[in-house]
């Protein structure tokens, strides 16, 4: 006979032993609870050229080192609004030509080196000086002289207004580095901040560790090890998310694949609204990009919603000039040269160029790029307009053939930066776009403090914009992020490009 409960009790013996010599053992041999993961691998795309976001401008610099190793006076937070940092507190003046900045005292840099108000006027001559290579060095075009009264007061001292000043100073350009570190921050980086530096294996990936001597005591930092990976293949990055290699894409290159995460218990999508304004820039110092009905004619042999549909998966917001509408002061201008092949073709005419004509267009190698490009070119053909597309790699080769050489007659490209409408007024820049009209507009922005003139400003430019057409307006990209359903804490929108991961960390 077959005892069909000598299994069960088995099992129930085994369970009370167990138990009972559980309880009879040293508390030092208890089993352990899982230790919380404090560990991170972000991935990324593209790889940064380098660490050091004064001297260079992809944002992919800041994406790995701003608020991680670099701080500034102040910081742009997940809202976009300006905060303290290394500077706790600031004064204006009632003229508002003078900022006294307050700065945080006992605050080191990783290498020991102390951060005072002489390393904040360094940091600031540095990068407005006349041999600056800073990216934004028109940031600090208004600052007349620096004084460091003491140690823990820095003043900056105008020559205009400038109501812009304390933004910028957020900003990934303005950090605060060490007079003795600063000149080897491209490749070995050291701040303030709450991560150090450990390691760069160029191709594959950037190390970060926790600072243990980190300042801001009010910032419980969950993790110890940050990895950043660098995987451009977008079928790469899906299967690394999928398996786990990755904890997270904060910026997933493939919107087509997003719904295949859909089901995955593992994994959260989340898409979120960014600064990255897609736009297909002219050089509008070469013929026939010089001749403004060219340009409007190019504008309205573009179908918006078809672009964003055939190279986003629909996911993006069609935009009629360099503005998102998550700006201050927005106003839809994609109506001003509306999809019109018909008047496009009129347009041309009128211009000189009744059987079109041909040109070639310069495009990095990001995966908005080349789809949008290819896009553009049939809708181009439809008003008999030949374009050539050139594939550049980026940010190298495009950086010094178009960015700083000039040397295209169209690119196409995301423009991260916020509320950056002054990039039109820069002389030189890549578009060669001269308005003294819209120049004037900015410079009435920068002098009032009144935040509904402003507004109105920037209404007033944007329409400018529309209206030139300096560069093809296209869709603002939405933040599209895929990670790991217990990670908390990373940005879900993106005021700034950046992974700050200052508040991440894993549900227990």
């Known amino acids: 006979m077959i005892n ?109 080196e102390p951060f ?42 105008l020559k205009t207004r400038n109501s812009s000043l304390l933004s910028w100073l957020g900003w990934p350009a303005s950090v605060m580095l060490g007079p003795k570190s600063a000149a080897d921050a491209k490749t070995k980086p050291i701040g303030t901040g709450p ?88 050089n509008n110092a070469r013929k026939p990009f010089s001749d403004k009905r060219v340009r409007q004619a190019l504008m309205m042999a573009v179908d918006r919603t078809t672009v964003i549909e055939g190279a986003w998966s629909g996911l993006g917001q069609a935009i009629g000039s360099h503005y998102t509408p998550n700006d201050r002061g927005y ?41 949008s490009a290819e896009i553009l070119q049939a809708m181009f053909a439809e008003i008999g307009v030949t374009m050539t597309i050139e594939p550049t790699e980026f940010p190298a080769k495009w950086v010094q053939d178009v960015f700083k050489g000039t040397d295209y007659d169209m690119t196409i490209v995301a423009h991260a930066e916020p509320m950056d409408l002054d990039i039109y007024a820069r002389d030189p820049y890549y578009f060669n776009y001269k308005n003294p009209a819209f120049n004037d507009v900015l410079a009435k922005i920068e002098q009032t403090t009144d935040t509904a003139e402003q507004d109105k400003l920037y209404g007033e430019a944007q329409t400018i914009l529309a209206e030139d057409v300096p560069a093809l307006y296209l869709f603002v990209l939405p933040k599209l992020g895929v990670w790991n359903a217990k990670l908390r804490g990373l940005w879900e929108n993106e005021p700034i490009p950046s992974n700050v991961l200052t508040e991440v960390h894993w549900e227990e």
């Not at 940091?123 to 290579?133: F, N, T, Y």
Request: glycine letters at 8%; one cysteine or more.
């Open 331 to 371: 106003i839809d201008t994609t109506g001003v040269h509306p999809y019109d092949p018909a008047k496009a073709k009129a347009l041309l005419t009128e211009a000189g160029y009744p059987d079109g004509f041909s040109f070639t267009i310069k495009t990095p190698q990001m995966p908005y790029a080349p789809r």
């Open 116 to 157: 005072d108000s002489a390393a904040a006027k360094f940091s600031l001559d540095r990068a407005r000086g006349k041999g600056s290579v800073n990216p934004q060095k028109r940031f600090f075009a208004a600052i007349d002289t620096i004084e460091t009264p003491d140690a823990s007061t820095l003043v900056l001292k």
């Open 4 to 112: 069909h409960f000598a299994p069960a009790r088995r099992r129930l013996l085994c369970a009370v032993f167990g138990l009972s010599a559980a309880l009879f053992l040293p508390l030092g041999m208890l089993p352990a609870e899982a230790a919380p993961k404090t560990n991170l691998v972000l991935g990324m795309n593209p790889e940064p050229q380098g660490l050091d976001p004064t001297i260079a401008a992809p944002v992919a610099i800041g994406q790995v080192t701003w608020q991680n190793v670099f701080e500034g006076l102040v910081a742009i937070d997940r809202t976009g609004k300006v905060v303290p940092q290394l500077a706790k507190s600031w004064d204006i003046s009632a003229d508002g030509l003078t900022y006294t900045f307050h700065l945080q005292e006992g605050v080191t840099f990783h290498d020991g």
């Open 195 to 282: 991560f150090k530096f450990v390691s760069w294996a160029k191709g594959d990936r950037v190390e970060l560790a926790a600072n243990p001597g980190y300042w801001n005591k009010a910032v419980k930092l969950g993790l110890d090890k940050v990895t950043f990976r660098f995987i451009g293949d977008p079928q790469a990055q899906a299967a690394a998310l999928k398996s786990g290699d990755v904890d997270a894409f904060p910026e997933f290159a493939a919107p087509e694949l997003m719904e295949s995460f859909k089901g995955d218990e593992k994994l959260a999508t989340v898409i979120g609204n960014t600064e990255l304004k897609v736009v297909a820039g002219m």
